[in-house]
């Protein structure tokens, strides 16, 4: 395993070479997967990322360099493009960053049982018998059974004195079936991931929860595609955590805004939402992951972007907030050590309000109630705030209630447009991640998390696939 005092031997050797500040990343990342598909394993795979990254700051000048190799004659070299990088960027424009306190802190996630000393028998058992059983269903023509684990440990210091251990645990299983009836294929996938260990695993019947896919790819190839219009619609909690992320997070991204490429830009104090619209970005809440410090050592809190409908900030990095003239919000993140930072969402979601879930159907003679289990993503623009995503099977309100089921929805809109629609917030807050897959954003992808509660919005276009 990397250490600290390693790291701290590299941030001295890089301050002797006269920059102004420094940023060293140490990484050791193990990432075990399973895929059984359709009864055959197709592959079982256990990669591992070690590293040290390397930011310098010279005379306003930035350069990133990294090494996978730990030996110092390798760091050595690396530190020296770090520093020669800075030196000619700063002859091409200078950038100033943002100071913050010295944080000295370590964040270990506790487990049981460790997912990558469980024997690999038992791993691949498990995943084998869930597939098989699926293949076993009436109506399954195909199925893809998989299992993720992970654990990531990172140390980030920084020149100012920050000295940061953040280390995660994580584990999932995920589902997907294809169900035929007729000319019909319906295609239906869910997946569960918890930070801890591999008892998360062991005290969950994935039999039960492989089944429910199935049983709903079945039944979704039965039914027909919602007619196309607008709609009153309930959202669940996926839903919002989709719609959030890809069309509001991604605006609220401190370069985009910088950039001009957010519809967002410009607008703090503004009304961008319903009052009942409360949104934010945490670095670390239950069911989310946990993303205590960013990749620059900067502690990530709560940051409110919308308080009751009111743009308040941005997300920012140390040289975004001092663009923007924001303090920074401790989300410069970075896939691994062969990257330098991006400003990258933790975990973003909407506040609960007071109504119950069943609250929110009442009044609605005709609408739809939008579901997240099986939504495939889509498409958004964050410079004008445009989206439009593939949703899952979900079903038509009639008289107050939800009724017959409804495959191939497709919602578009704007998003600012939809979230001043909203005339109801539920109780009932869930958030989710996933160690199967992420955020992508710059050629990087890195682990998030969202969602909200259940919304009512009065104004979603809906299409059929």
């Given at each position: 395993?990397?250490?600290?005092?390693?790291?701290?031997?590299?941030?001295?050797?890089?301050?002797?070479?006269?920059?102004?500040?420094?940023?060293?990343?140490?990484?050791?990342?193990?990432?075990?997967?399973?895929?059984?598909?359709?009864?055959?394993?197709?592959?079982?795979?256990?990669?591992?990322?070690?590293?040290?990254?390397?930011?310098?700051?010279?005379?306003?000048?930035?350069?990133y360099a990294y090494t996978s190799s730990l030996d110092r004659n390798s760091v050595v070299r690396a530190i020296d493009r770090a520093v020669t990088l800075s030196k000619v960027a700063s002859e091409f424009g200078k950038k100033s960053i943002a100071s913050v306190s010295p944080v000295r802190d370590r964040f270990r996630v506790e487990f049981k049982v460790d997912p990558h000393q469980?024997?690999?028998?038992?791993?691949?058992?498990?995943?084998?018998?869930?597939?098989?059983?699926?293949?076993?269903?009436?109506?399954?023509?195909?199925?893809?059974?998989?299992?993720?684990?992970?654990?990531?440990?990172?140390?980030?210091?920084?020149?100012?004195?920050?000295?940061?251990?953040?280390?995660?645990?994580?584990?999932?299983?995920?589902?997907?079936?294809?169900?035929?009836?007729?000319?019909?294929?319906?295609?239906?996938?869910?997946?569960?991931?918890?930070?801890?260990?591999?008892?998360?695993?062991?005290?969950?019947?994935?039999?039960?929860?492989?089944?429910?896919?199935?049983?709903?790819?079945?039944?979704?190839?039965?039914?027909?595609?919602?007619?196309?219009?607008?709609?009153?619609?309930?959202?669940?909690?996926?839903?919002?955590?989709?719609?959030?992320?890809?069309?509001?997070?991604?605006?609220?991204?401190?370069?985009?805004?910088?950039?001009?490429?957010?519809?967002?830009?410009?607008?703090?104090?503004?009304?961008?939402?319903?009052?009942?619209?409360?949104?934010?970005?945490?670095?670390?809440?239950?069911?989310?992951?946990?993303?205590?410090?960013?990749?620059?050592?900067?502690?990530?809190?709560?940051?409110?972007?919308?308080?009751?409908?009111?743009?308040?900030?941005?997300?920012?990095?140390?040289?975004?907030?001092?663009?923007?003239?924001?303090?920074?919000?401790?989300?410069?993140?970075?896939?691994?050590?062969?990257?330098?930072?991006?400003?990258?969402?933790?975990?973003?979601?909407?506040?609960?309000?007071?109504?119950?879930?069943?609250?929110?159907?009442?009044?609605?003679?005709?609408?739809?109630?939008?579901?997240?289990?099986?939504?495939?993503?889509?498409?958004?623009?964050?410079?004008?705030?445009?989206?439009?995503?593939?949703?899952?099977?979900?079903?038509?309100?009639?008289?107050?209630?939800?009724?017959?089921?409804?495959?191939?929805?497709?919602?578009?809109?704007?998003?600012?447009?939809?979230?001043?629609?909203?005339?109801?917030?539920?109780?009932?807050?869930?958030?989710?991640?996933?160690?199967?897959?992420?955020?992508?954003?710059?050629?990087?992808?890195?682990?998030?998390?969202?969602?909200?509660?259940?919304?009512?919005?009065?104004?979603?276009?809906?299409?059929?696939?």
């Amino acid at each position: 395993m990397v250490e600290t005092d390693f790291a701290q031997w590299v941030l001295e050797k890089v301050l002797e070479k006269g920059v102004e500040q420094a940023v060293v990343r140490l990484q050791e990342r193990v990432y075990e997967s399973i895929t059984y598909d359709t009864g055959v394993l197709r592959s079982y795979s256990v990669s591992r990322v070690v590293g040290l990254g390397i930011r310098a700051i010279t005379k306003g000048g930035t350069g990133y360099a990294y090494t996978s190799s730990l030996d110092r004659n390798s760091v050595v070299r690396a530190i020296d493009r770090a520093v020669t990088l800075s030196k000619v960027a700063s002859e091409f424009g200078k950038k100033s960053i943002a100071s913050v306190s010295p944080v000295r802190d370590r964040f270990r996630v506790e487990f049981k049982v460790d997912p990558h000393q469980v024997d690999p028998k038992i791993k691949v058992d498990l995943v084998k018998e869930v597939n098989t059983n699926s293949m076993k269903r009436e109506s399954i023509v195909s199925a893809i059974t998989r299992l993720g684990l992970e654990r990531d440990r990172r140390i980030i210091l920084a020149s100012e004195g920050t000295e940061i251990e953040v280390d995660v645990v994580g584990v999932g299983f995920a589902h997907m079936a294809v169900a035929k009836y007729g000319a019909v294929i319906e295609r239906v996938s869910d997946r569960e991931s918890f930070i801890g260990g591999y008892e998360y695993i062991e005290k969950r019947d994935w039999g039960v929860f492989a089944e429910e896919v199935d049983k709903l790819a079945v039944k979704a190839s039965q039914a027909k595609t919602p007619p196309p219009g607008t709609y009153v619609a309930v959202v669940d909690n996926e839903v919002v955590g989709l719609l959030l992320h890809e069309a509001f997070g991604h605006a609220s991204e401190g370069d985009g805004v910088v950039a001009g490429a957010s519809i967002l830009k410009g607008r703090i104090g503004e009304k961008v939402a319903s009052e009942l619209v409360t949104i934010v970005d945490a670095g670390v809440i239950e069911g989310g992951y946990p993303v205590p410090y960013d990749d620059e050592g900067v502690p990530k809190g709560k940051t409110v972007i919308v308080d009751r409908g009111v743009l308040k900030g941005y997300l920012t990095s140390r040289d975004t907030s001092k663009e923007l003239d924001l303090e920074p919000t401790g989300n410069a993140r970075a896939q691994d050590i062969s990257f330098d930072t991006l400003v990258r969402q933790t975990n973003y979601y909407a506040e609960p309000r007071d109504r119950k879930v069943d609250e929110l159907f009442e009044g609605i003679t005709y609408g739809i109630y939008l579901k997240g289990r099986g939504a495939m993503g889509g498409q958004v623009n964050p410079s004008v705030g445009t989206y439009t995503f593939s949703i899952g099977p979900s079903y038509i309100i009639r008289n107050g209630e939800p009724s017959e089921l409804v495959r191939g929805v497709v919602v578009s809109g704007n998003i600012l447009e939809t979230l001043k629609e909203v005339d109801a917030v539920a109780n009932d807050l869930k958030i989710t991640t996933s160690v199967f897959g992420g955020c992508g954003k710059g050629g990087q992808m890195v682990r998030v998390g969202d969602g909200g509660p259940h919304i009512r919005t009065r104004k979603i276009v809906v299409g059929g696939g």
